[in-house]
C-alpha cells in the first residue's frame, strides 16, 4: 500500500501525540497516584503505535507498545510511579521522538533500543504476581458480554481505537455513555433545525464524541427521520430522554449504555474483519482528523462547529501566498503614486477600496502564520528537569503567557537562543540547594519564562531567583578580555555591567560544562535577536536574581517604515524603533568626547550621521543650513539621533533580502521596492547603536 501520501499527516500527529506525552509525564511525576493522567498517556501512545504500525513504522510501534504496557501495569496497579521508571518512560519518548524525527529527514525510523526494551520489558514484570486482577476483570468483562448480548448486539454504531479509548477513560472517571437513538416525525419539515435543538440541550448535559451519520450529513439533511449522538455525561438516561422529548416535532427517544461488553464486541468485530484483509489493504486513515473531529475537554461543539473547520496547511503554501501578497502591496503604493498624480476621481475611489481590501487581507495573511510561542515552550518543562537532576538542583519553572503569538518566521529563530539563556539560568545563576539554604532561600530556585505583547512587538521574559551577576567577577574578565578598560569599568552601572556579559566569546565560566555551552558564550544569542530586529536586555540584582528580556517583532514580512532622503536616494528606517522625529538648529549641537550629541528631554543623545556611514558625497549645501532632521531611536535604552536630509512620511513597505552575496552589508537589514518603482534600502538601527 502506498503510504506517502499520509507521511505529512503521520509526523504532524506523531509530534503532537509526543508532546502530549511528555506534559502529562510531568504532571504524573507531581501526581503519581492520579490515574487519569496515566490514562491521557496511555491514550497519546496506544494511537502512536496503531499510526506506526499501519504506516510500517514497526520499531516505533513495538518500543510504543512496551512503553504501553508499563503505563497498563501502572493503571492497574501492578506497579507504583517512581521517578525512575519516569525516567525510564521519559527515555523511551526521547527514543521515540528521535525516530521520527529521522523519518522527516527521510530516514527509515530504525533505532537500536533493544536495551531500553529490556528495562521496560523489566519494569513490567517487577510484581508479576499482580497478574489476577486483570484476569478476573477480563473474566467480568465477559461475563457482562453474556448477560448484555441483546444490548450490545442493538448498538448501531461502529467505533474505532480512539472512540472506544476516549470512552472507557471517560467511564473510569465516573461519567456515563449513551448511545441516544432519535426519530423524527415523517411529517417534520426543517430536520437540520431540529438536530440542532437537540445538539443544543445534549451539549449542556456532556460532550459529544461521535453521530451517525456524520454532522455534515444531519446539516445537509442527508438522512431519513432517524439520526444516532455518542454522549458522555453524569446525567441519567431517563433524564436526557425527557430533555429531547421536549424538541417539538421529535417522535421518539431511545437512550441506550453503552457497557464494557459493548466495546468489547465492537473490538473483537474490528480485529476479526481487519484479520481477514490482507496486510498491504489495511486502511491509514484510523486517525485521520480524530484530534479536529472529537470534542476536547471543556469545549463546546455545536452541529455549526463540529464539521471539519480546521485544516492543515503546508508551511511552503503560505510563504508562496505571502510572497504573492507581497507583490500586490508594491503594486498597490505603485497605484497609489499614480492615482496621486492623475487626479481622476473615480481611480482615487478604486485605489482606496483597493487599500482597505488588501489591508484587511493583509491582517488575514499574517494571522494565518502566527504561531503560539507555546510550539516553542513546550519543549522546556523536561529539558529543565533533566538539566535539574544533572547538576543536582532542585528548580521549579513557571510559564507564563504561552498562548501569545508571533510570526513563524521568529518561531523557528527563536528556540535555540531560549534554550541557551535557560540553560545559562539553570547552570550559572540557580544555586545549589545547600547553597540557596543558607543565604535563607527556599531550596527550590524558580525560574520564570513569559511572554506577553505590547504594541507590535512581542516581549519574553526569562527571571529566575538565583546568584544574579557578580560584578567584581564579570568586570575583571571583562577587562581581562579588553572588552572594556579598568577606567570605563569604574563608570559602568550594574545593568551595563550584567550586559557585558553578551558581548562576544565572554564566559565567567571556571570551565566549560555540557550543560551551558559557554564555549560561545550569550553573544550568539545576541546577534541571533537582533538579527530578527529585536534586542536583549539584562537586569540583574546581586544574590537576588536576573531578569533577560527579549523584544522581537510580531512579524518580519511587512513592517511600517518612516522614508527619509539623504541626497536623491531614499531610506527607509523600522517604525518600531523610533522614538521622535524632530528638527534641531544646528547651533543645539554639541561636541562631547569627540562626538557630536543633542540634548533630547535631558537626555544627552550622540548624533550618527548616515552620510558619513553610508559614505556618500555631499552635493552642496541644503537650503536651510541652519536646522537638521533627526530621526530619534532606541534600542533597549539607549538612544541615537539619525540625522537626515528631509522626512518623506510613513509608509508599509515589504522587507525583501539582500540576497546571499550582501549579506554583510553594515547598517542595512534588506530593501524594499517603492510604488515609483526605486529601491528604498532599511536601516538597521540596532547595528548603528553601540
Known amino acids: 500500500m502506498e503510504t506517502n501520501q499520509y507521511l505529512e499527516m503521520f509526523l504532524d500527529e506523531s509530534k503532537e501525540h509526543l508532546q502530549s506525552c511528555n506534559e502529562h509525564l510531568l504532571e504524573l511525576e507531581n501526581n503519581p497516584d492520579d490515574l487519569a493522567i496515566v490514562n491521557e498517556i496511555f491514550r497519546s501512545a496506544h494511537t502512536l503505535k496503531g499510526m506506526s504500525a499501519t504506516m510500517g513504522y514497526e520499531d516505533i510501534a513495538d518500543l510504543t507498545h512496551k512503553m504501553e504496557n508499563v503505563l497498563d501495569a501502572i493503571r492497574n496497579a501492578k506497579i507504583r510511579v517512581t521517578t525512575e521508571i519516569l525516567d525510564v518512560v521519559f527515555k523511551a519518548v526521547d527514543y521515540l521522538e528521535e525516530m521520527v524525527m529521522d523519518i522527516e529527514a527521510g530516514g527509515t525510523g530504525k533505532k537500536d533500543v533493544q536495551a531500553l526494551v529490556q528495562t521496560l520489558n523489566e519494569i513490567e514484570a517487577g510484581n508479576t504476581s499482580i497478574s489476577l486482577p486483570q484476569q478476573e476483570t477480563a473474566a467480568t468483562i465477559a461475563a457482562e458480554e453474556e448477560q448484555n448480548t441483546e444490548e450490545s448486539s442493538a448498538s448501531s454504531l461502529d467505533y474505532d481505537d480512539y472512540e472506544m479509548t476516549v470512552i472507557s477513560q471517560s467511564q473510569e472517571s465516573g461519567f456515563n455513555a449513551y448511545e441516544i437513538n432519535v426519530e423524527l416525525r415523517e411529517d417534520c419539515l426543517l430536520k437540520a433545525a431540529r438536530v440542532f435543538m437537540v445538539f443544543e440541550i445534549l451539549e449542556k448535559s456532556g460532550e459529544i464524541i461521535k453521530t451517525a451519520p456524520k454532522v455534515e450529513q444531519l446539516e445537509n439533511e442527508e438522512f ?9 455525561t453524569k446525567e441519567e438516561a431517563d433524564t436526557l430522554q425527557a430533555k429531547v422529548m421536549k424538541v417539538s416535532e421529535v417522535a421518539k427517544v431511545d437512550v441506550k449504555a453503552i457497557t464494557g461488553a459493548t466495546l468489547l464486541k465492537n473490538k473483537r468485530a474490528k480485529e476479526d474483519e481487519l484479520s481477514k484483509v490482507p496486510a498491504s489493504h489495511k486502511p491509514v486513515e484510523e486517525d485521520k482528523g480524530k484530534k479536529d473531529s472529537v470534542p476536547q475537554k471543556g469545549k463546546r461543539t455545536s452541529v455549526a462547529s463540529s464539521g471539519n473547520k480546521t485544516i492543515r496547511v503546508n508551511i511552503d503554501r503560505l510563504d508562496v501566498l505571502m510572497n504573492l501578497f507581497e507583490e500586490l502591496v508594491i503594486d498597490r503604493g505603485r497605484l497609489q503614486s499614480i492615482a496621486s498624480e492623475l487626479h ?23 494571522n494565518m502564520r502566527m504561531i503560539p510561542v507555546e510550539t516553542v515552550f513546550n519543549r522546556f518543562p ?7 537532576r544533572d547538576l543536582n538542583k532542585k528548580i521549579n519553572l513557571e510559564i507564563i503567557g504561552a498562548e501569545t503569538e508571533l510570526d513563524r518566521t521568529v518561531i523557528d529563530e527563536i528556540g535555540d537562543p531560549l534554550v541557551h539563556l535557560i540553560r545559562n539560568a539553570l547552570d550559572h545563576g540557580i544555586e545549589s540547594p545547600a547553597e540557596r539554604l543558607a543565604k535563607g532561600k527556599p531550596e527550590e530556585g524558580t525560574v520564570s519564562l513569559r511572554a506577553y505583547h505590547s504594541g507590535n512587538h512581542v ?19 571583562a577587562i581581562e578580555r579588553g572588552i572594556v578598560t579598568e577606567e570605563i569599568a569604574d563608570t559602568l552601572t550594574d545593568k551595563q555591567v550584567a550586559e557585558l556579559i553578551l558581548a562576544s566569546g565572554f564566559s565567567t565560566a571556571e570551565k566549560i560544562t555540557d550543560v551551558s555551552g559557554r564555549g560561545v558564550g550569550l553573544d550568539v544569542v545576541k546577534s541571533t535577536i537582533e538579527s530578527l530586529g529585536g534586542y536583549i536586555t539584562i537586569d540583574s540584582k546581586e544574590g537576588q536574581g536576573s531578569l533577560f528580556q527579549v523584544q522581537l517583532p510580531l512579524t518580519l514580512s511587512i513592517i511600517s517604515v518612516m522614508l527619509v532622503n539623504l541626497e536623491k536616494d531614499i531610506y527607509a528606517i523600522p517604525l518600531s524603533s523610533i522614538i521622535e522625529t524632530a528638527i534641531i538648529q544646528k547651533t543645539d549641537i554639541l561636541n562631547a568626547h569627540n562626538q557630536k550629541v543633542i540634548d533630547f528631554r535631558g537626555s544627552i543623545v550622540p548624533l550618527v550621521y548616515l552620510k558619513d556611514i553610508f559614505e556618500m558625497e555631499e552635493q552642496g549645501e541644503d537650503e536651510n543650513d541652519e536646522f537638521q532632521s533627526v530621526v530619534i531611536v532606541r534600542k533597549g535604552d539607549k538612544l541615537a539621533g539619525l540625522v537626515v536630509d528631509s522626512f518623506i512620511g510613513q ?12 549579506q554583510s552589508v553594515f547598517a542595512i537589514s534588506g530593501a524594499t521596492i517603492l510604488g515609483n518603482g526605486q529601491v528604498a534600502l532599511i536601516v538597521d538601527c540596532n547595528s548603528l547603536i553601540k
Open 224 to 232: 431519513d427521520e432517524k439520526f444516532t449522538v455518542v454522549l458522555l
Open 344 to 366: 481622476n476621481p473615480d481611480l482615487n475611489e478604486t485605489v482606496e477600496r483597493m487599500t482597505r481590501v488588501s489591508g484587511d487581507l493583509q491582517n488575514i495573511i499574517l
Open 382 to 388: 523536561k529539558m529543565v528537569r533533566q538539566l535539574a
Open 459 to 477: 516581549f519574553i521574559e526569562l527571571e529566575d531567583d538565583g546568584a544574579g551577576v557578580n560584578r567584581e567577577r564579570v568586570l575583571k574578565k
Open 651 to 662: 509608509q508599509e513597505i515589504v522587507l525583501k533580502s539582500l540576497g546571499n552575496y550582501l
